[in-house]
């Protein structure tokens, strides 16, 4: 081989072995959570088998507290848009009583170093895992749903402060006295959208009457009226979801919210409320409105509120 010749072949192989040697693989540790109704821990190690093939070992904590449990995956990785597919095998040891084993498909970002995706289950939803060394994980939603005996997982913390949005309701104009009430107002904006009721859920509190709780889904995109019978001083609430959201704050006399689910099957939703100890807390309705042509009837107002 001429000298010229032979010296471009070397620094052409030293650079490609400097790419590679630069490159950041999929291959190591990771934690984090993933969502099947609740949130749950998970850990997991990804081995490069080369030419796209890669391996894993998928570990969680039993819900007794009475140690894990660990199957085997296999899959591809494509490092040209970083996308991945894990499946099951086989379990490495024996069989928890109870559980099956689920796939995954999702993104490898080399820069942060995290893995997201969808787990491959009708009643599962997405995963979040960090790699050692990366980007940390950011702590859950208030109000998010956490498997029993698996809440001391640092993935699966929550934020303490669940202040949460103050519930809002237009005051009325002594000037101009209201000749309805906010949320007639709400519903015939609703109707004037083409959006038609499709139910309401019905806020259950504690023994302390201090937090309430409501769960609700979304499928694809729907708009969410908050009602409010009774006390509303000091009431807040939080929405903990995985769907997109956007609030109409004061736009409208009381809280509309529009959500649009994320996955096929729909995206899950729980409401919290919370408010000051003292009298009877107040009746709330969380109403659900669609943009389909079905409607439930005449409902989507408090039962009290009907019967006026």
Same mark, same amino acid.
């Given at each position: 081989m001429p000298r010229r010749l032979l010296s471009a072949y070397w620094l052409l192989t030293v650079f490609l072995a400097a790419g590679q040697a630069g490159a950041v693989g999929i291959a190591g540790s990771y934690s984090g959570r993933y969502q099947c109704r609740e949130w749950r821990a998970i850990d997991l190690v990804i081995t490069d088998q080369g030419s796209g093939l890669i391996s894993a070992v998928f570990t969680f904590p039993l819900e007794t507290g009475a140690g894990s449990a660990s199957y085997s995956m296999s899959g591809h990785y494509d490092e040209r848009n970083g996308t991945f597919q894990l499946n099951p095998q086989s379990w490495l040891g024996r069989r928890?009583?109870?559980?099956?084993?689920?796939?995954? *498909?999702?993104?490898?970002d080399p820069n942060s170093r995290m893995l997201t995706g969808k787990i491959d289950n009708l009643f599962c939803g997405i995963f979040q895992l960090a790699g050692a060394g990366g980007t940390p994980l950011p702590q859950l939603p208030p109000g998010s749903p956490v498997a029993p005996a698996q809440g001391g997982s640092p993935a699966l913390r929550s934020d303490p402060v669940e202040a949460g949005i103050e519930y809002w309701q237009a005051p009325e104009d002594k000037a101009t006295p209201r000749e309805s009430e906010p949320i007639d107002d709400v519903i015939d904006w609703l109707r004037k959208e083409k959006y038609s009721c499709v139910g309401s859920q019905h806020l259950s509190w504690d023994a302390s009457g201090t937090k309430g709780t409501a769960l609700d889904?979304?499928?694809? #995109?729907?708009r969410y009226v908050i009602e409010c019978d009774g006390n509303c001083r000091g009431l807040r609430y939080i929405v903990a979801t995985e769907a997109q959201v956007q609030n109409f704050g004061h736009s409208k006399p009381i809280p509309v919210i529009q959500?649009?689910?994320?996955?096929?099957?729909?995206? *899950?939703? #729980?409401?919290v409320f919370t408010r000051p100890a003292g009298d009877r807390p107040p009746e709330i309705y969380v109403h659900q409105w669609s943009d389909t042509t079905f409607d439930s009837g005449p409902g989507c107002k408090a039962p009290k509120t009907n019967n006026k």
């Open positions: 928890p009583p109870g559980y099956n084993m689920i796939g995954m *498909q999702g993104r490898f889904r979304v499928n694809t #995109r729907a959500m649009k689910g994320l996955w096929f099957g729909g995206t *899950q939703i #729980r409401w």
